[in-house]
């Protein structure tokens, strides 16, 4: 399992002085990136051989706040969805005390030149056998 830790910053938080919600979803977007690049698959290469990674489908559920300075970390792990989908299954929990903050489900295809659904085979070596099909 990939993970990923990071600092919440004092401008990511709102009024209520708690991370805005829409930030969780860059903190899952850069998580999605690293993962991808400590499995050796470049997203700009990806992106340059004609074949755009998209998200279509995003599942979220917030679980607690973080708070500006909290230290946190974020687990990633990529599933096969089905022929044409995969998924980032994404937990994000405070380090000091390991409390589960949010938890997401990212659904996600390749789209090539031509405007197809398509998995990149760097992507698709990611998947355990058992999600092959």
Do not use: W
């Not at 979803?25 to 997203?43: C, D, G, S, T």
């Not at 929990?93 to 990212?106: E, T």
């Amino acid at each position: 399992m990939f993970i990923l830790t990071m600092r919440v910053r004092d401008y990511e938080c709102d009024i209520q002085g708690v991370v805005n919600n829409s930030v969780y979803q860059n903190y899952l977007e850069h998580a999605r990136h690293e993962f991808l690049l400590a499995n050796n698959v470049n997203f700009a290469q990806i992106t340059a051989s004609g074949i755009n990674l998209v998200v279509t489908r995003a599942e979220l559920d917030y679980k607690a706040s973080l708070k500006p300075q909290d230290d946190f970390y974020i687990t990633v792990e990529c599933i096969r969805e089905s022929r044409l989908k995969f998924a980032f299954i994404q937990h994000i929990y405070r380090s000091v005390d390991g409390k589960l903050v949010m938890q997401a489900r990212i659904i996600g295809t390749g789209v090539n030149a031509k405007g197809r659904p398509e998995i990149p085979s760097e992507l698709a070596q990611l998947f355990t056998p058992q999600d092959a099909l």
